[in-house]
């Protein structure tokens, strides 16, 4: 093969990549939301997430963690936590106060340090869901851990987390006066990597209420029927029928 032709092929093999994943702040490589559902497209410089109004929390947050971030540290935890500047009516972080629930991230904040605007914006509120501390700083705090372990061994993983609302609108909880804001039954977090040219693909879910560290995994597929969000959709029809209907734990097992 000619030099000439290596360097089109090369650049025919990163622009279908691209399409694929074009950037962490492409929406559409995450999760695209069900019309029943309220969402506003929110794009922030290191992640993405869709926003429901009349919950007052994100439906998914959404970004692609790569192996240079994770090894650049070289921006503190802010703990500033901030209204979103692109929302309307977006909860302050008063609507917490005293009620018995953390400020959870969907995008850590620890995935954030290589760069001081993408700080900035993971502590805003429509990153936030409420979450009982023991879940926040607990089994969601060590599998945010694991998540980076991944980043480091797979040179990049994408990423989507968010929470599940409960159905039966007599048994909701919320918190907040000004705002109301719901508080989840469970939280998801969505893996997918790509290991030699496959991808595999995972789905955590996170009981909010729970007396001990669990957590049980699940396909793609039967969190999609649980949420109604289609994820990474943006992979082709014949990849993303295959990850998203079976678990490969050989790739998330040493986590």
């Known amino acids: 093969m000619s030099i000439g032709h290596f360097s089109l092929s090369f650049l025919l093999l990163n622009l279908i990549i691209q399409s694929l994943f074009a950037s962490s702040s492409d929406s559409l490589s995450f999760a695209r939301t069900p019309d029943s559902v309220k969402s506003l497209i929110i794009e922030h410089m290191a992640y993405t997430l869709s926003w429901n109004s009349e919950f007052n929390v994100p439906n998914w947050v959404g970004y692609c963690l790569t192996r240079n971030e994770v090894e650049t540290k070289v921006i503190e935890r802010s703990n500033k936590?901030?209204?979103?500047?692109?929302?309307?009516?977006?909860?302050?972080?008063?609507?917490?106060?005293?009620?018995?629930?953390?400020?959870?991230?969907?995008?850590?904040?620890?995935?954030?340090?290589?760069?001081?605007v993408a700080m900035r914006e993971c502590f805003y509120m429509t990153n936030m869901c409420p979450q009982r501390h023991k879940l926040n700083a607990g089994i969601w705090k060590k599998y945010e851990d694991k998540v980076r372990e991944l980043a480091?061994?797979?040179?990049?993983?994408?990423?989507?987390?968010?929470?599940?609302?409960?159905?039966?609108?007599?048994?909701?909880?919320?918190?907040?006066?000004?705002?109301?804001?719901?508080?989840?039954t469970e939280f998801f977090k969505v893996l997918l990597v790509n290991?030699?040219?496959?991808?595999?693909a995972i789905a955590y879910i996170f009981p909010a209420e729970y007396e001990d560290e669990s957590m049980h995994i699940e396909t793609i597929d039967f969190l999609e029927y649980m949420t109604g969000i289609d994820f990474f959709y943006n992979l082709p029809d014949d990849v993303e029928t295959e990850v998203e209907s079976c678990v490969k734990l050989e790739i998330f097992s040493e986590i």
């Open 152 to 184: 480091l061994r797979y040179d990049s993983i994408y990423i989507c987390a968010g929470p599940i609302i409960n159905k039966d609108v007599s048994k909701r909880k919320y918190i907040g006066s000004k705002c109301k804001v719901v508080v989840p």
């Open 195 to 200: 290991n030699d040219g496959v991808w595999y």
């Open 81 to 116: 936590f901030r209204i979103d500047p692109k929302v309307a009516g977006c909860p302050s972080s008063d609507e917490y106060k005293k009620s018995g629930y953390d400020r959870g991230h969907m995008a850590p904040s620890a995935d954030m340090r290589w760069d001081s």
